[in-house]
């Protein structure tokens, strides 16, 4: 947060508002060049964002990943050009042939906003709704990080203080994610938050009336938002100096998110197209584009217009991001001096460092107990708590079943809080029976940088969560699902509760790593690979989604194989107990892995030599050389059978022809777990008729 005082008068000059309008046009042209995007609502848009990126925001075009900036969040990211026309405008590394190539192959300006992919782009957003939660989860690690390394500094005074904006449309605050979101926000009391509502009454399909009649406003107030509305000139257009009190005005609430309703008309200020739903998706056509730039004074001729004083103006934004920035530093200096053991936190945090020695916490779990990986996951966690303090999370509202309590006496909640562990750098989050949102926050959290993040719930509802599970995968962010109750082993809560196809389906996510571990000794070492693998570069950080079981399965001894996603667990024997060539390969995941083991006791005795091979996670082992893949699967044993209380999709590849899958093609039924795997075949008897089978099949 600034540490100057804030006024509600702005510059504004006849300069600033040429550059609002070369931003309209630049936005018609690039759509109108493609033939295909959406130009109204950055037409629109335009005085909303150059006030925001110009007037308001503490950044700096010449690096855009300093860690004291203000973040910018386009929920609405279908109007990508609102962000790039300004990302051109302010310098952050975009040039006007970047706005000619908009939605072409390999250019830098995408359809929609890619984080990675573009300078200043903060986060990928597309599917509606996203953006809003990603922007709360941003707040809440801009406060996390807060607490880690400057709780006692007064509100304003920290280098860690900072703001979140986000522009969010009619079709965001429609999408259930962002009522969600908004709903932990208020209750959060975010402060530090700040989302401006483009209220342009036009979808798709037309007039908004069609489908909504709440008073949105009022709703954000219920939330506990702190509500302006901002009206526009009388000519339609925003009104740049009603927009920057407002926003001046939200700063001086600390203790609440703010909402920000700013009445528009789509494509203003195109003579025909202004308020219509063409103008939302579809280009001008040549006349229509003319036209405005007749109105907004440029010459319809010429395309891609530039004023060379408007570029140069507006890229001064460069020198005060640079006294910003620098100004910043000496203040993160001030607070060096003040705190060296923080400050040398923060550089092993900020370099993507985890604690010297933390491996050697992580929990050994004694070989032949029983104990659900849900548990063993919780003692990994609260055994980390104490030496990671960059790590924390909660869950949807089952802390107590997903096991993902990291400390009992703190949770992250506002001052005012009635419960007495609240504390508003809490380790714990309490993000409610919203698994949606929960899962976008994840992903802001973990974009905001500086913290590690992870959340729960049951496998089933991770349903709930895809879209967000996606983007996780699609911007490569270390963020860790703990998905608990991974099976038809739950039990009695009967199939709505059951997950039979969500591990296929996860795995068909590209990026995302699932990891179902078979006993606490695996899961350790899986919390232990998850966290090691973290990286601060995009395109080399990974999401991870832990599949846990309710039941308690026999624990066996720690094997390093579990990191390689797949190992022998236990091989084939003579008759003699000597080692020998597996006769029959069983490969396993999770609560099944015993199961398998079982068979292959039945299976020895009975003269056959056989491999166990635990499978926690495919995406691991396929990342692994072929030379190793081939020594734990050899290819010369075609017998093999694989084993996962699910859909088999995932291990048709592993067995081949002569192979077998002991799966669950159907859903599942309310009774005790036990009793539902013996009744769906998960048994060592009926797993060592279908290895025996494959045997058969490979001798033909």
Known sequence: MSTKPTTTDLEWTELDQRAVDTARILAADAVQKVGNGHPGTAMSLAPAAYTLFQKVMRHDPADPDWTGRDRFVLSAGHSSLTLYTQLYLAGFGLELDDLKAFRTWG?????????????????????????????????????????????????????????????????????????????????????????????????IEGDTEAAVSEDTALRYEAYGWHVQRVQPKENGDLDPAALYEAIQKAKAVPDKPSFIAMRSIIAWPAPNAQNTEAAHGSALGDDEVAATKRVLGFDPEKSFEVADEVITHTRSLGDRGREARAEWEKSLAAWRTANPQRAAEFDRVNAGELPEGWESHLPVFEPGKGVATRAASGKVLQALGAVIPELWGGSADLAGSNNTTIDKTSSFLPQGNPLAEADPYGRTIHFGIREH??????????????????????????????????????????????????????????????????????????????????????????????????????????????????????????????????????????????????????????????????????????????????????????EQDQGYRDSVLPPSVKARVAVEAGIGLTWHKYVGDAGRIVSLEHFGASADGKVLFREFGFTAENIASAARESIDAAQR
């Not at 999408?175 to 401006?196: R, Y």
């Open 107 to 203: 250019s830098k300006t995408p359809g929609h906003p890619e984080y990675g992919h573009t300078a200043g782009v903060e986060t990928t957003t597309g599917p509606l709704g996203q953006g809003v939660a990603n922007a709360v989860g941003m707040a809440m690690a801009a406060r996390y990080e807060r607490g880690l390394f400057d709780p006692e500094a007064a509100p304003g005074t920290s280098p860690f203080d900072h703001y979140i904006y986000a522009i969010a449309g009619d079709g965001c605050l429609q999408e259930g994610i962002s009522a969600e979101a908004s709903s932990l926000a208020g209750h959060q009391k975010l402060g530090n938050l700040v989302l401006l509502w483009d209220d342009n009454h036009i979808s």
């Open 437 to 622: 949102a929960m899962a976008a926050e994840m992903n802001g959290i973990a974009l905001h940088g500086n913290t590690r993040i992870y959340g729960g719930t049951f496998l089933v509802f991770s349903d709930y969560m895809r879209n967000a599970v996606r983007l996780s995968a699609l911007m490569h962010l270390p963020v860790t699902y703990v998905w608990t109750h991974d099976s038809i082993g739950l039990g009695e809560d009967g199939p709505t509760h059951q997950p039979i196809e969500h591990l296929a389906s996860l795995r068909a996510i590209p990026g995302l790593n699932i990891v179902r571990p078979a006993d606490a000794n695996e899961t350790a070492i899986a919390w232990r690979e998850i966290l090691g693998r973290y990286t601060k570069e995009f395109g080399k950080g990974a999401p991870h989604g832990l599949a846990l079981t309710r039941q308690g399965v026999p624990t066996y001894e720690p094997n390093e194989g579990a990191a390689k996603g797949g190992y022998v667990l236990f091989d084939a024997e003579g008759s003699e107990g000597q080692s020998a060539a597996p006769q029959v390969v069983l490969i396993a995941t999770g609560s099944e892995v015993h199961v398998a083991v079982e068979a292959r006791e039945q299976l020895q005795a009975a003269g056959v030599p056989t491999r166990v091979v635990s499978m926690p996670s495919v995406e691991w082992f396929e």
